[in-house]
């Protein structure tokens, strides 16, 4: 009996088993019953784990290798590779997944989306025809009041320079983890300039390249592209200020910590009740190092090529804010590491382990929104403190 074979013998549905690849290293009890198989699909990984009743394939082939995927999860087509996709995601073909993305539940991209060092929380939706990668985004109340990238929007995470510091936080975990947020909209045909920090509730129109941050919540914000034409020397190796965008990535890194915590002390107990919750779970948290890595190592070679703009000897007026971050950057990378490098350690208050410990662990979304609004303060002030932490490195 080969694998696919064996596979069905234990429930798991092809529609075409013929055409189907699965290759030597997938664990077949890491694929549940009920899940359904359509033509062409290629699967890979030993860390493949496919939950019950998902549907693979259902529009185009699709190729899945080393992902999580939990419960009713449908990957209509394209290619997903080391991603981890939570209860109730959905993908509509064309789909270009790559590495380090974690898609929470509910969560959607319709058709032809790249994404890459990406993170939905729940209920957040992309439409079609997107590029956005090196993002966390949140909002949303439920599948009706959920945070919006229309379609045809680019998140722009390359710059002049060739450097990739551009992680933009559209939203935040320690306010958008209890799920009772604005939603946030970036209106179709637009992108975003990374790296962005938008809070809750910011409506960008359709149409709109915006360049900057958004700090108060509620806000319906547009501006012109340019005032005027431009046409000047422009020299891509010399860098201007940069206190914004170190500010941006280490608030970044801080979000993601605190995104890891909230799986450490308030997911686990949700989701390690079976062993393909448990693959999500592990998942989840590969998925976040990975995302702390690539962004230390994006603010390592921001520091590199700054320094590089330094040695060009061009008149620059923020030469002292770079050479200061030059020689800052051993110190402040050695806080970083230890930092990610502790997390496991963290300890847990008295007053959210008490929280905890009154969450029945049965329906996440509904016993998160079901909180009190003392104990959501109380967890909110938690998780702050984790980019408040990464932030004060750069005093």
Not at 186 to 211: E, H, K, M, S, Y
Request: proline letters at 6%; hydrophobic letters at 45%.
């Amino acid at each position: 009996m080969n694998l696919i074979q064996h596979l069905q013998s234990r429930g798991v549905t092809f529609l075409a088993p013929e055409t189907t690849h699965v290759a030597a290293d997938v664990n077949p009890d890491r694929i549940a019953a009920g899940v359904t198989i359509h033509p062409g699909c290629r699967l890979s990984g030993a860390q493949l784990s496919v939950g019950p009743g998902c549907v693979l394939g259902a529009e185009a082939s699709a190729t899945v290798a080393d992902c999580q995927l939990g419960a009713r999860v449908h990957l209509a087509g394209g290619f997903f590779d080391r991603a981890t996709f939570l209860d109730g995601f959905k993908a509509g073909s064309g789909a270009h997944v790559r590495p380090g993305c974690l898609f929470e539940e509910e969560s959607s991209i319709a058709h032809t989306v790249g994404v890459k060092q990406t993170v939905f929380l729940p209920w957040v939706t992309a439409g079609s025809l997107i590029n956005f990668c090196d993002c966390l985004m949140a909002g949303g109340t439920s599948r009706k009041d959920h945070s919006e990238i229309g379609s045809s929007y680019i998140h722009f995470n390359f710059t002049p320079h060739q450097d990739k510091a551009t992680a933009s936080l559209i939203g935040d975990v320690p306010r958008g983890a209890l799920l009772n947020r604005p939603a946030i909209f970036l209106g179709g045909q637009g992108g975003l300039v990374g790296p962005c920090l938008i809070d809750f509730g910011t409506v960008i129109p359709a149409g709109q390249i915006w360049r900057g941050d958004v700090t108060e919540p509620g806000r319906l914000v547009a501006k012109p592209a340019f005032r005027s034409p431009i046409n000047t020397a422009y020299d891509p190796r010399q860098y201007h200020g940069i206190g914004r965008v170190v500010r941006n990535n280490l608030l970044y890194l801080g979000n993601i910590l605190a995104l890891d915590l909230w799986y450490r002390v308030i997911r686990a107990p949700f989701m390690r009740r079976d062993p393909f919750q448990t693959a999500c779970y592990d998942g989840a948290r590969r998925r976040l190092a990975e995302i702390l890595d690539e962004r230390l190592s994006r603010l390592d070679e921001l520091t590199k090529k700054v320094g590089q703009s330094l040695a060009l000897g061009l008149p620059n007026p923020a030469e002292e804010e770079h050479r200061a971050f030059v020689a800052a950057w051993p110190a402040l990378k050695d806080a970083l590491t230890a930092q990610i490098a502790a997390r496991d350690a963290a300890a847990v208050p008295e007053a959210v382990q008490a929280i905890v410990s009154s969450l029945p662990a049965k329906d996440y979304l509904r016993e998160i929104q079901a909180l009190p609004p003392e104990a959501a303060q109380t967890l909110t002030a938690w998780l702050a403190a984790c980019p408040a932490a990464c932030a004060a490195l750069q005093n």
